[in-house]
């Protein structure tokens, strides 16, 4: 069907506010942040910035304590991913298979994903605090330790309590996503395996698994971008503490932009990051042209 020119004008009038408003707010700020990464660019040159080409990419790179965020990150995500699919996916499969009450279980496997991040961080942070709920109960309930335990106190102790907030939230939205997932595989292959003798064991891995490896493939990008994305709970619970051994990418670039005011740092830092994101969008494209191949 042609389209009048006046059908043109009209269509270009309807889309330009919301184009002008993308251009303003998401368009115009990554080309300056773009360009703030190549400038030295902190409190004591707002006013004239110089050019310093990749310095600040190189700064990036050689940054000791970029490397331990990086590392916290990557270590943050390989467990959290994992965690979140397994026990979601468990939790979907069983769902699909009871017919009573399943609304209910939903809502109920639900809610810690529409549960504010801050809250939920503020209430983990509670519990594993040292004089915390955990650290009552194990003392003067349980009579299982005689002292307090510091379990944000470490490195490995504050990413670890970071790791499970970030697996029991998202527990339910991968609940979702393989429980629609799984209502599309058709019945029939089931019941024709079960003729065939199948047990559940050969049915989940010749009929479940591969009939929602589509949507295992995008739940494991998606995660694995939101791994890397992750702030707010690592910047309640830890702060980065102690000694920045804590943070993750988006806290340390917080830090460097807001407390140590070196934003051409943090813009070279955050264009890293993208790239890096950028990479996983690629395999993801790969993977799904392989799969529909």
Same mark, same amino acid.
């Given at each position: 069907?042609?389209?009048?020119?006046?059908?043109?004008?009209?269509?270009?009038?309807?889309?330009?506010?919301?184009?002008?408003?993308?251009?303003?707010?998401?368009?115009?700020?990554?080309?300056?942040?773009?360009?703030?990464?190549?400038?030295?660019?902190?409190?004591?040159?707002?006013? +004239?910035?110089?050019?310093?080409?990749? @310095?600040?990419?190189?700064?990036?790179? #050689?940054? @000791?304590?970029?490397?331990?965020?990086?590392?916290?990150?990557?270590?943050?995500?390989?467990?959290?991913?994992?965690?979140?699919?397994?026990?979601?996916?468990?939790?979907?499969?069983?769902?699909?298979? $009871?017919?009573?009450?399943? &609304?209910?279980?939903?809502?109920?496997?639900?809610?810690?994903?529409?549960?504010? *991040? &801050?809250?939920?961080?503020?209430?983990?942070?509670?519990?594993?605090?040292? #004089?915390?709920?955990? +650290?009552?109960?194990?003392?003067?309930?349980?009579?299982?330790? %005689?002292?307090?335990?510091?379990?944000?106190?470490?490195? *490995?102790?504050?990413?670890?309590? !970071?790791?499970?907030?970030?697996?029991?939230?998202?527990?339910?939205?991968?609940?979702? &996503?393989?429980? !629609? !997932?799984?209502?599309?595989?058709? /019945?029939?292959?089931? #019941?024709?395996?079960?003729? =065939?003798?199948?047990?559940? *064991?050969?049915?989940?891995?010749?009929?479940?698994?591969?009939?929602?490896? %589509?949507?295992?493939?995008? /739940?494991?990008?998606?995660?694995?971008?939101? %791994?890397?994305?992750?702030?707010?709970?690592?910047?309640? $619970?830890?702060?980065? +503490?102690?000694?920045?051994?804590? =943070?993750?990418?988006?806290? *340390?670039?917080?830090?460097?932009?807001?407390?140590?005011? #070196?934003?051409?740092?943090? /813009? /070279?830092?955050?264009?890293?990051?993208?790239?890096?994101?950028?990479?996983?969008?690629?395999?993801?494209?790969?993977?799904?042209?392989?799969?529909?191949?």
């Amino acid at each position: 069907m042609r389209i009048s020119k006046k059908c043109k004008m009209q269509i270009v009038f309807l889309l330009l506010p919301g184009l002008i408003i993308f251009s303003i707010f998401t368009i115009y700020p990554i080309i300056k942040l773009f360009v703030m990464s190549f400038f030295q660019w902190d409190f004591g040159s707002i006013i +004239n910035q110089k050019f310093i080409g990749f @310095e600040n990419y190189k700064v990036v790179l #050689e940054d @000791e304590y970029f490397r331990t965020a990086f590392a916290n990150t990557l270590v943050y995500t390989l467990v959290t991913v994992p965690g979140q699919m397994i026990i979601g996916f468990l939790i979907a499969l069983s769902l699909n298979s $009871i017919t009573k009450f399943r &609304v209910g279980y939903r809502v109920l496997y639900y809610l810690p994903v529409i549960t504010s *991040w &801050v809250i939920a961080s503020l209430i983990f942070k509670y519990v594993f605090n040292t #004089e915390g709920l955990l +650290n009552y109960f194990l003392m003067n309930v349980l009579h299982i330790t %005689g002292q307090n335990v510091h379990w944000l106190d470490s490195r *490995w102790g504050g990413l670890t309590v !970071a790791m499970l907030l970030g697996i029991w939230k998202g527990i339910g939205w991968n609940m979702v &996503v393989f429980l !629609a !997932a799984l209502q599309t595989v058709p /019945a029939d292959l089931y #019941e024709a395996a079960s003729m =065939d003798g199948a047990n559940a *064991w050969k049915r989940l891995i010749h009929i479940t698994l591969p009939g929602i490896k %589509g949507t295992v493939l995008f /739940a494991l990008v998606m995660l694995t971008i939101g %791994g890397f994305n992750v702030f707010t709970s690592v910047k309640m $619970i830890t702060g980065g +503490n102690p000694g920045h051994q804590t =943070d993750v990418i988006l806290t *340390w670039m917080y830090h460097k932009a807001f407390s140590a005011g #070196e934003f051409g740092y943090s /813009a /070279a830092l955050s264009f890293i990051t993208t790239l890096v994101l950028s990479v996983l969008a690629v395999i993801q494209f790969r993977l799904m042209q392989q799969k529909e191949g």
